[in-house]
C-alpha cells in the first residue's frame, strides 16, 4: 500500500537557550504560556505522523538583525544557540546555513518515520537557508504549521516568504513567543491579510488529528464485499 504523504508540515523557529532559558537575553514577555504550548506540539507531533522541520540561529556578531536593536543571541557554536533540553532529539541530521550538505538526508525514510530535520539560520527568514525550498518539494508539504519564536521577527518573515511561494500557513498562535505585545498584534493583522491563518494549538492539533484518522480508517466492508460480487460476476 502506498504511503500517504501528510499535507502538513510542523514548523518550529529558534526553540535556544538564548531565547526560552529563564536570564536569556531575548526573553519573550510570554515566555512560560508559550513554551507551555510549544511543549504540547512537540509532545503531539510523533502521534501525528506529521515530520517536523526546525530552524536554529547560528549567529556571528555582524548579522544585520543586531545592528537592527536586538541583542546578541544564539552565536554560532555558545551555549545560548542550543536547543532547549525540553525539544533537543539526538542525531537529527542538520544542513547549514549555507544550504549545503553531503550526504543530503533521506527525505523518504524521514518522512516514514514522521522525524524531523533541522536548517541552520542567519536571518529572521527560514527561507534565508538556500536548502528549504528542495526539502519542502521533497516533503510535499501544502500547509505549514509555524512556531516558536519569535512571532514578529522569525515567525513574520518565514511565514510571509511561505505565502508569496504558495503554501498554506498556519500559525499556532499560543506556541509563538514575543518580545513586544503591540508589535505581535499588528504581525497576526499582517498575516491575516496575506493569506495566512492564525489558530491556536488545540484547534489545529484537532485539525491534523482528524486527518490522521480518516487516513488510518479502513475501507469500508460494504465497498469490499461489492467489488467481490463484481468480480464473482464476471
Not at 523557529?13 to 508559550?34: G, M, T
Request: net charge neutral; charged share 30%.
Amino acid at each position: 500500500m502506498p504511503q500517504v504523504v501528510p499535507p502538513f508540515l510542523f514548523v518550529d523557529l529558534d526553540l535556544q537557550e538564548d531565547l526560552f532559558a529563564v536570564d536569556a537575553p531575548l526573553r519573550p514577555q510570554n515566555r512560560e504560556l508559550a513554551l507551555k504550548s510549544i511543549l504540547e506540539v512537540v509532545h503531539a507531533q510523533p502521534k501525528l505522523g506529521v515530520p517536523m522541520l526546525s530552524g536554529v540561529d547560528v549567529h556571528q556578531a555582524d548579522d544585520p538583525e543586531f545592528s537592527a536593536g536586538l541583542k546578541l543571541h544564539c552565536l554560532k557554536d555558545t551555549p545560548g544557540a542550543q536547543r532547549i533540553g525540553a525539544v533537543y532529539r539526538k542525531a537529527t541530521p542538520v544542513i547549514p546555513e549555507s544550504g549545503k550538505r553531503h550526504p543530503w538526508p533521506d527525505m523518504s525514510g524521514i518522512r516514514a518515520q514522521a522525524g524531523d530535520l533541522m536548517l541552520e539560520k542567519r536571518g529572521f527568514d527560514l527561507f534565508s537557508n538556500p536548502a528549504l525550498r528542495e526539502i519542502l518539494r521533497n516533503w510535499e508539504a501544502r500547509e505549514l504549521l509555524l512556531f516558536g519564536a519569535l512571532l514578529e521577527h522569525d515567525i513574520k518573515e518565514t511565514a510571509l516568504s511561505a505565502r508569496v511561494l504558495g503554501y498554506e500557513v498556519t500559525v499556532l498562535d499560543d506556541a509563538c513567543a514575543y518580545l513586544d505585545a503591540q508589535a505581535a498584534e499588528a504581525t497576526r493583522t499582517e498575516l491575516r491579510k496575506r493569506g495566512a491563518k492564525v489558530e491556536f494549538v488545540p484547534e489545529v492539533l484537532s485539525r491534523v488529528a482528524i486527518w490522521k484518522r480518516r487516513m488510518d480508517r479502513p475501507a469500508p466492508k460494504a465497498a469490499v464485499a461489492g467489488k467481490n460480487k463484481t468480480e464473482a460476476k464476471r
